[in-house]
């Protein structure tokens, strides 16, 4: 409990984007004739989607910034100055903190990309040895720095 309010707390972006890829589809009502299905059980939760087109060099990428928060030792060269201007040490200290009790990476998977005019972010499902699992979502800009990250209990 204690973990996944550290983490629901951390926000190392202030940046604020309509998920509406993540969110679930609503049913749409079947039409009155009879020869339609059933509408689908609205208690069965639907499996993430996986990115549709998965890169491993943006996951390899995004595994060294995740590495990099949890060590607590991230190089800010790699990040834009607004984003620089977000993660103090304190708040970068306290998420590495919390990362490093969840133990070892057991899988990084991507599950999500979401591209918003000229932003694009990947999102990453982390699952280490302890609970909770982990979204990372990250972006970069058109030079190579992180744009975008946050951590958080995933959805």
């Not at 589809?25 to 087109?53: G, I, K, N």
């Not at 984003?83 to 998977?109: C, P, Q, W, Y």
């Not at 990947?122 to 609970?131: A, N």
């Amino acid at each position: 409990m204690i973990v996944r309010r550290l983490l629901t707390g951390v926000l190392l972006s202030g940046l604020v984007l309509p998920l509406a890829a993540a969110a679930e589809p609503e049913a749409s009502p079947a039409p009155a004739s009879s020869s339609a299905p059933a509408p689908a059980d609205p208690e069965r939760r639907l499996v993430p989607p996986v990115a549709s087109v998965l890169s491993p060099e943006i996951a390899a990428r995004a595994r060294v910034e995740f590495e990099a928060n949890k060590s607590g030792k991230i190089d800010r060269a790699r990040y834009t100055p607004e984003m620089n201007a977000r993660i103090s040490d304190t708040a970068l200290a306290e998420v590495s903190a919390t990362l490093r009790s969840l133990g070892t990476v057991k899988t990084f998977t991507q599950v999500r990309k979401i591209t918003n005019g000229t932003l694009t972010l990947y999102v990453f499902r982390v699952e280490c040895e302890k609970p909770p699992l982990i979204d990372v979502a990250i972006g970069w800009d058109p030079t190579g720095k992180v744009d975008y990250l946050q951590l958080g209990p995933a959805r």
